[in-house]
């Protein structure tokens, strides 16, 4: 037989083209700058659970009903467990918050290791790639180590290596998120680099490290930060109308994604606006709204209402376009310059410098159609509770802005275990932090669980 | 071997025909005999052959002749050699002549005779259309309807073979006149010849461990799937059907799992390789279904990893099987190599029969309903449910949407008389099903014909316009030339089928409210709220109206070509091509969705499977004094694709545009294409010495394209004996009673190749269902990088004994295996950190699973009139993971335990409801109550132990076969043991007793309602606020949710009634009978609300119990 096999030349009957059709292997990938951009645009692109992890409403939702922005209406759900504070490690909810960004943060480390020293991607397009997936990378890192604390830090595509990593602790994961924003505000320029803003300029990794230098309480950094953008003249909020914020042209927009597929926008619009006729699904709280000062124009622009029976029910309404052909398109917003200027407002509180923090809440309460606030003398944990309560409402169902507020602690009243001990029941110390899915820790026994769950 | 290649290469340069230059001249003195016979081959044009061994260089000889006929130049040149020649045709054979049993035939001095002689049965009456034939010659005959036959041209004392089907062939010295030759009946148990790879062989010499199951099991059976029919018939081979919609998966699995899973939940299911008429199937057991259907959207797929759907063999109608062969050990499946670790399934198709053309029509009715159907909760026992809950969790309902604890829309808002029964809905239809099949079958010794058609209607009995139409055509030719040494064989098989379904839904919906407001309004149209409530759940009724069309398009062809160059020595090509293509149609309209955001859309899908396969083989029969050997010598080519295409679309105007991808004004695009090239060379030999001892090897080497350059060949092999003891004098002597006895044994490999096609590199592919990205069109990795894998292995070990009593009346085969598979290579998983849920490669894991298998067949009782068989058999198999090195560091870690079978359930030991808190309550590791385990293997600091694994205990069936005058009976009992999901999984799978969801009626009463109560339910929870929810993720991973599951099942009764012969050829009828077949009638089981079959679910739609009416006529 082994001769007639050499007769025939049994290697040649059983071989194949170098790739399959559908498919091009990783020398081919990374074989010149073209192809390699369309790694990069599979990092950004937004398909439902499959691309940019965050895009899919569930990050909104699961944070809106943790604290007290939302109620779910079908208390049967699954969702309801965020509500009621009853997630398990078997909850289904947790499952795509945990394992999405573990999608994006190989695909970025793969486009790392791709062009990285690869001589046939220039230097330039390298580094410019570079700085914009280490932004990427420590969007993931940060709304991972928020939701669910210590993770474990993916730093490679070796997958021997690191199926087997424990949780990094909470400082190792916030000092890698700072390194690579460090190294990306060094490698990317204040230009974006392709049309509209949403790939990720010099501007757009300092404003992650500003909100990052924020939850750390490193003020000084923070307002550095958020200074450089607030003063750059690309950006503008005063002059952008309320319903005009969320917009593909939106001039407040430090980083927003392009969403819309062939027949819807954003999820966040899916989810939350109501069939007309119908209950919404999500409704927003009378909590929430309670916060909104009477002549709020955010209330009127940015809560949707809807009238079933005679009763009146409140939703989310920051996007509005369910539908493509509903126009003018919206952008999912990542970073928008009403969030720095508050993020310079408790910063130059902490730093003690109340003026600038009270200027700053003006800023954003003049565009609100509210009165300012006025200089008098205040304190500190005044000014302070006054931010807090500009960032409730200016910042609403937006990236789990609330929830992660609330677990900050800046001041006593505006603390998770005053608010939420004090409007809803179920809440202890331990919901702060997520459940690590238990079907992760069966694959990986070194993942520890958070308190609080079994 | 060189022989072999000297006959090979002869034959591939053998065109040049016969020119009969008889006149062979050569005048040479001190030449080598190879010279001279070169010299015989270059002027006669005739072909030599001879083995290299027995003619050297050395022997050299004087030739001097002129003129004379080949015969003659070749007697003279072989004189003296000890070489003799044998003539076929243009070939001649040079051989040793002490080594030949048999005379040679061409020596022309003896006299040429005219024979005649008469064949008789058993019982003395002549046998009509008996062969006759010359046993190394090409005359051949038939006996007349008299049973009687004349040869003339034939030698006095040549070896004549007369043969009858059914009876032992019959060797005999030609005479002129031989009298009555008496042929003596085979036995059907012990000389049954059975189809195995690459051949076929009696039973009663076979060392390896197959099974058949034969046209008559199988056509008794009403189903449409023929794996279906297998059910119970095998040792060692477990069937799992995986719903009840017309036309799903149903699943094989040869002598337990041999591979580790996939994911840490679901089971693995090993597939055997399935092979048609020689030709592997090209979907193989895989679904065939790109879009999702009412097959696909079943919540439960019999636990098992395997993707389920429409089957492919649904294609195929069981009435065209001859006979279905199941290859189990190493000695039967190590000549299928790299693709036989999983066992092999030979499917081989009826072929004509030579004599009068008949046509043989059957048509039948079916009457279909759920087999074990679940009784559920009315308005009222549901309400009083829900009350309770929110009693319960100290909660009131309340009206108001806000109200997040107590809304309950069911008890505030709904009518509250109002019952609608939703399972009865579902799955409580009785449809009706048609079956037709024709076959015309004939032919002349020569030449045999067969073809048939067939039409099968099943519907659905979930509502809506839904069935699965099959149209299938078998033919086959067969022809043999008139010197016997030509055959051909050609089958082409057409099937056809159309599946209409919807695109989801499905059974779920069992569990909607009984009081849910209704989801149609009076016009027909959807409702989607009520009173401004959103129904939160799918509106069934929409499901309903989005159709999706199959059809698929099956074609097997296969060709088979031999002949005979020498006596004994066949060369043939097996090739064959199978071709398998559905396409599919998925439409979403807008008026099955709610109107404020409704959106036209449909999918199409067009799934290609095809295989080519190519197998060059020799066979060679020969005898040395009491030997017989069989030797087979081939090679494989094979190519296997499957192309998928998929094609979405979005944004269409109108509804009625939906049936074309036009009308879309997006789409997304999606596709897969896998090729898999493979190439092999085998070979067996077997020898069996004086019918009484039987040595058999066989092996292959196989190179896969799915491997890595280096990594692609691989070596598998086998070596098997037998001893048939009860053909021993001693033993004849003093065991009257034993009429054969068997012991074999065999010890093999074989490999697994994962057909996986491509993943040793690292992909990426464009991802459909997206926009560009700023025009870039984006790009995913595909899999993770591990080029490093190869071939698993598996050793398996076989013991079998035999045993024949009473003149094999009772018949008893109880064989002992050991299977070892190591190297694992499966789609690991992975923690999601890695990105990636699965990396294939290789697993230095060992599993092993060892079992008996026994097998009963007995005559009870054999009398004219009434004849009564039984046959059973029973399968007890272990499954174990014998290795695993770093088990504990590894991803696995949690799911396995070394020394356990790979089914273990990891859980919490269960301790009951605690009477004074109303909660479920477990045992930690240390064996302390509490109502909440830590999460984990007990190794780790968690509380979870091993509870029990899944493994089947034992399995089985019992058939017994009576038949009175003209009357038939069959009765099959199918059986299976073990320890299994039960219905209180299925209750809290997707919500919870108290919940706002329907329940069994069988947990009335029986839910802790007050302190004090010893319950088996805990108390109900009203909501995810209740504080009692949290018990019940450690209760559905504990021992609280598995239990014993034992069932037996009447899966077939066949009741038939043949007409008097005398009253149907009046009509022109040659024979007729009809007959009432039942299916799945009647279940006696320990487990509880559900289908034992279907465990741990009562949700799904559920397995059918049909009822078969028909009538069946031959002309």
Not at chain 1, 74 to 100: E, H, K, V
Not at chain 2, 219 to 234: C, D, F, I
Not at chain 2, 639 to 644: G, L, P, Q, R, T
Not at chain 2, 764 to 775: A, R
Request: hydrophobic share 35%; glycine share 8%; charged share 20%.
């Amino acid at each position: 037989m082994l001769t007639l096999c050499q007769l025939f030349s049994c290697e040649k009957l059983i071989e194949l083209d170098g790739n399959p059709p559908t498919y091009i292997t990783n020398q081919q990938l990374f074989a010149d700058s073209a192809t390699v951009m369309s790694a990069v645009a599979g990092v950004y692109s937004y398909s439902q659970s499959r691309g940019f992890g965050f895009s899919d409403a569930n990050l909104t939702i699961a944070t809106g009903l943790s604290s007290d922005e939302l109620s779910v209406v079908d208390n049967n759900s699954y969702f309801a467990q965020f509500y009621s504070y009853t997630l398990t490690p078997w909850s289904s909810g947790i499952i795509g918050l945990w394992n999405y960004p573990y999608q994006a943060i190989y695909r970025v480390n793969d486009i790392l290791e791709g062009v990285t020293g690869n001589p046939r991607i220039s230097e330039s397009l390298a580094k410019q790639i570079t700085g914009e997936m280490k932004v990427v990378r420590a969007l993931y890192y940060f709304y991972l180590v928020n939701q669910f604390g210590g993770v474990p830090l993916v730093t490679s595509t070796d997958f021997e290596h690191n199926a087997k990593l424990p949780r990094s602790s909470v400082e190792t994961i916030y000092t890698y998120i700072r390194t690579d924003l460090q190294d990306a505000v060094n490698n990317l320029s204040a230009d974006y680099p392709s049309a509209g803003r949403v790939r990720p300029n010099r501007y757009t990794a300092k404003a992650l490290l500003s909100k990052v230098n924020l939850y750390l309480g490193d003020w000084q950094m923070a307002y550095d930060e958020a200074d450089d953008i607030i003063v750059s003249p690309l950006y503008s909020f005063a002059d952008v109308p309320l319903r005009a914020v969320f917009l593909e042209e939106s001039e407040e927009a430090i980083w927003q994604l392009p969403v819309k597929t062939s027949y819807r926008q954003t999820d966040e619009a899916q989810t939350f606006i109501p069939n007309s006729g119908a209950v919404p699904r999500y409704l927003v709280t009378s909590f929430l709204l309670d916060q909104f000062e009477n002549g709020d124009q955010r209330l009127l622009e940015w809560i949707g209402e809807t009238t079933v029976n005679d009763t009146h029910y409140r939703y989310p309404y920051k996007y509005k376009n369910k539908s493509a052909s509903e126009v003018p398109t919206e952008n999912y917003m990542i970073f928008r310059l009403g969030e720095m200027i508050l993020t310079r407002a408790e910063a130059a509180a902490h730093l003690n410098n109340l003026d600038q923090a009270i200027k700053d809440i003006n800023v954003v309460r003049k565009r609100a159609g509210l009165l300012e606030i006025p200089m008098d003398e205040r304190s500190q944990e005044d000014v302070l509770d006054a931010v807090m309560k500009e960032r409730q409402t200016e910042l609403c169902f937006e990236w789990g802005n609330r929830w992660f507020d609330l677990k900050r602690n800046v001041t006593d009243a505006s603390s998770a275990s005053t608010v939420l001990h004090t409007h809803k029941s179920g809440y202890k110390p331990t919901s702060n932090l997520y459940p690590i899915p238990q079907a992760q820790r069966d694959l990986n026994n070194l993942l520890e669980q958070n308190k609080g769950y079994n | 071997m060189r022989l072999t290649l000297i006959i090979l290469i002869t034959t591939l340069l053998q065109v040049r025909a016969t020119a009969l230059a008889q006149h062979i001249t050569i005048h040479k003195k001190d030449v080598t005999l190879k010279y001279a016979l070169k010299e015989v081959r270059r002027q006669s044009g005739f072909n030599l052959f001879y083995d290299g061994k027995i003619i050297t260089d050395k022997q050299k000889i004087d030739v001097d002749i002129d003129h004379v006929t080949i015969n003659q130049a070749l007697e003279v040149i072989l004189r003296n050699t000890g070489l003799k020649y044998e003539m076929k045709g243009s070939n001649i054979a040079i051989t040793k002549s002490q080594t030949r049993p048999s005379k040679p035939i061409i020596l022309g001095e003896m006299a040429q005779i005219v024979i005649t002689g008469l064949v008789l049965d058993e019982s003395r009456k002549p046998l009509v259309d008996a062969t006759v034939q010359v046993k190394h010659g090409e005359k051949v005959t038939k006996t007349n309807a008299d049973g009687r036959f004349y040869l003339d041209g034939i030698r006095d004392g040549e070896t004549l073979v007369i043969s009858f089907v059914g009876y032992g062939n019959r060797e005999i010295s030609a005479a002129k006149d031989l009298g009555a030759i008496q042929l003596i009946p085979l036995d059907k148990t012990v000389d049954e010849v059975q189809v195995i790879g690459y051949g076929s062989e009696s039973k009663r010499f076979s060392v390896g461990a197959v099974s058949s199951v034969s046209a008559e099991t199988i056509e008794r059976q009403p189903v449409t799937n023929p794996l279906s029919a297998l059910q119970g018939q095998v040792a060692g081979l477990a069937v799992t059907p995986s719903n009840g919609v017309p036309g799903s998966t149903v699943m094989l699995q040869v002598r337990g799992q041999n591979t580790l899973g996939t994911t840490l939940q679901a089971k693995p299911y090993d597939q055997p390789l399935f092979i048609i008429d020689g030709v592997p199937f090209a979907p193989q057991n895989v679904n065939i279904n790109l879009l999702n259907n009412l097959a696909t959207a079943q919540s439960y797929n019999g636990g098992i990893s395997q993707p389920t759907g429409l089957s492919p063999f649904n294609s195929i109608n069981p009435k065209d099987i001859e006979s279905i062969s199941i290859l189990k050990d190493a000695a039967a499946t190590s000549i299928y190599g790299s693709q036989g670790a999983n066992g092999v399934v030979l499917i081989t198709t009826k072929k004509g029969q030579a004599g009068e053309t008949k046509l043989d029509v059957s048509v039948n009715t079916q009457f279909n309903s759920a087999a074990k159907p679940v009784r559920f909760l009315n308005t009222q026992q549901y309400l009083q449910l829900r009350r309770e809950a929110y009693t319960a969790d100290g909660l009131s309902p309340s009206d108001d949407p806000g109200d997040y604890n107590g809304f309950a829309p069911d008890l505030m808002l709904y009518d509250q008389d109002k019952y609608t029964d939703w399972a009865a809905i579902i799955a409580g239809k009785m449809t009706n099903n048609t079956d037709v099949h024709a076959t015309l079958s004939g032919g002349s010794p020569s030449t045999t014909f067969l073809i048939s058609g067939g039409y099968t209607q099943s519907n659905y009995n979930y509502p809506g316009n839904f069935s699965d139409k099959r149209m299938t055509f078998h033919s086959a030719l067969n022809n043999t030339s008139s010197d016997q040494r030509f055959k051909l064989g050609l089958v082409a098989d057409y099937g056809y089928d159309r599946n209409t379904s919807a695109r989801y839904g499905g059974a779920q919906s069992m569990v909607l409210p009984p009081n849910l407001p209704d989801l149609i309004d009076d016009s027909g149209a959807l409702v989607w709220n009520y009173k401004g409530i959103p129904l939160n759940v799918e509106n069934f009724y929409g499901s309903l109206m989005r159709p999706v069309y199959l059809q698929n398009y099956n074609f097997n062809g296969s060709l088979h070509l031999s002949y005979t160059l020498l006596p004994g020595l066949t060369l043939g090509t097996n090739a064959g091509y199978s071709r398998n293509n559905s396409i599919e149609r998925s439409e979403n309209p807008a008026r099955s969705q709610d109107p404020t955001f409704a959106e036209a859309s449909a999918a199409f899908g067009d799934n290609v499977n095809q295989s080519i396969n190519i197998e060059p083989q020799l066979n060679y029969e020969f005898y040395t004094g009491k030997g017989e050997w069989t030797a087979l010598v081939g090679g494989t080519y094979r190519k296997m694709s499957n192309d998928a295409y998929q094609v979405e679309g979005y944004g269409y105007a109108n509804d009625n545009f939906l049936g074309s991808i036009i009308g879309a004004s997006t789409t997304y695009p999606s596709e897969r294409k896998n090729l898999f090239k493979y190439i092999a060379g085998f070979a067996r030999l077997k020898y069996i010495h004086d019918h009484k001892y039987i040595l058999e090897v066989s092996g292959r080497r196989d190179g896969s394209s799915n491997f890595g350059p280096g990594r692609q060949f691989g070596n598998f092999g086998s070596a098997g004996g037998g001893w048939i003891f009860s053909e021993e004098a001693a033993i004849k002597k003093n065991l009257p009673l034993l009429s054969y006895g068997k012991l074999s044994a065999s010890y093999g490999t074989t490999g697994g190749d994962a057909s996986k096609a491509y993943s040793y590199q690292a992909l990426y592919q464009n991802i459909s269902g997206v926009l560009p990205f700023q025009n870039v069109r984006p790009t995913y990795a595909y899999n993770l990088y591990n080029p490093n894998f190869s071939w698993s292995t598996k050793r398996s070990l076989n013991v079998a004994m035999d045993i024949g009593l009473y003149g094999n009346a009772l018949n008893l085969n109880a064989t002992y295996y050991r299977n070892r598979q190591g190297d694992q290579l499966v789609d690991m998983p992975l923690p999601a950190q890695t990105g990636f849920p699965v990396v294939f490669g290789n697993l230095d894991a060992l599993v092993q699973n060892q079992g008996w298998e026994f097998t009963i067949e007995s005559t009870n009782v054999k009398k004219e009139n009434f004849s009564w068989n039984s046959t059973f058999n029973i399968t007890f198999n272990r499954n174990k993971l014998l290795d695993f090195p770093d088990l504990a560091s590894s991803s696995y870690a949690s799911k396995y335990i070394i020394g356990q079978p790979t089914s273990i359930i990891m859980g919490y030991r269960y301790k009951g409801v605690n009477p004074e808190t109303g909660l479920y309550e477990f045992y930690d590791k240390d064996g302390n109550a509490t109502h909440t385990p830590k999460a984990g293997n007990a190794n780790t600091g968690g509380d979870q132990v091993p509870i029990g694994h899944m493994d089947v205990k034992y399995m089985g069936g019992l058939a017994n076969n009576l038949s009175y005058k003209n009357w038939g009976l069959f009765i099959f009992c199918q059986f299976s043991s073990s320890y299994s999901p039960n219905y209180l999984a299925a209750l809290y799978s997707t919500d919870y007793p108290g919940g706002p969801t329907n329940q069994p009626s069988e947990i009335l009463g029986r839910y802790w309602k007050n302190p004090g109560d010893h319950s088996l339910l805990q108390r109900l929870g009203s909501s995810y606020a209740s504080g009692s929810l949290y018990t019940i993720p450690p209760f559905t991973q504990s021992e609280a949710v598995y239990g014993d599951n034992t069932y037996l099942r009447i899966k077939t009764v066949s009741l038939s009634y043949t007409f008097p012969e005398k009253l149907l050829q009046k009509i022109g009828v040659s024979t007729g009978n009809i007959y009432m077949n039942g299916q799945n009638l009647l279940t006696f089981t320990n487990y509880k609300v559900g289908d034992p079959e279907q465990p741990g679910t009562f949700t799904a739609l559920p397995l059918q119990r049909i009822v078969a009416l028909g009538v069946n006529l031959k002309f």
